[in-house]
């Protein structure tokens, strides 16, 4: 399984080309989403299938009882999920964690947070502001006492640099930050939202 988990990361690493590709030798192309990029998925045959999602490939850091501030790769996917039953567009996520930044996906959450554990928290300095997660119910606004069912809406309503301190299994910790600008800018373009939206 975790070798299925490994090749699909990179298949989706290496879809978009562009200024994170290391085979190219032309010069690197800044996004104009700042630090998000429009990907294509790609067929058996590397190939645009004509769907796209959205990325941004974070450097942060982890740790562990083994460790203390080791190198961290982070991958954050946002892609159109259609809901079969109600045939409902939505924004859906996943965030990958790369430790050692060797390939290989260690852990990952869902557009819900799980499976994160207690302790997790997104931590946006400029506006003031602080979520924290509880399993199940999602992130709650700790100045409003509101709930927000997934990170993704807290990425979408919030144009700043947010800090992630993400809980996991066997005291992993995994810390990194966000670019929130132009998101929703990018989801636009890439058909994942609509303009209404």
Known sequence: ????????????????????????????????YDDWEICDYVNDFDEPTGEKFVRQIIHGDFSNSATASSPLGVYVFLYDYINSISKKHSVQGKILFDEYIDGTEDFHIWYDGSPAKRGTKIVDKPNKKAYYYQEHTGFRDINTDKWSSNWIGILRDTSSILSFTVKGEYQDEYRFSINTAKLNEALKDAGILKEDE
């Open 1 to 32: 399984m975790k070798k299925i988990c490994v090749i699909s990361v990179l298949l989706l690493l290496i879809s978009c080309g562009g200024r994170n590709s290391s085979s190219s030798s032309s010069p690197v192309e800044e996004s104009p």
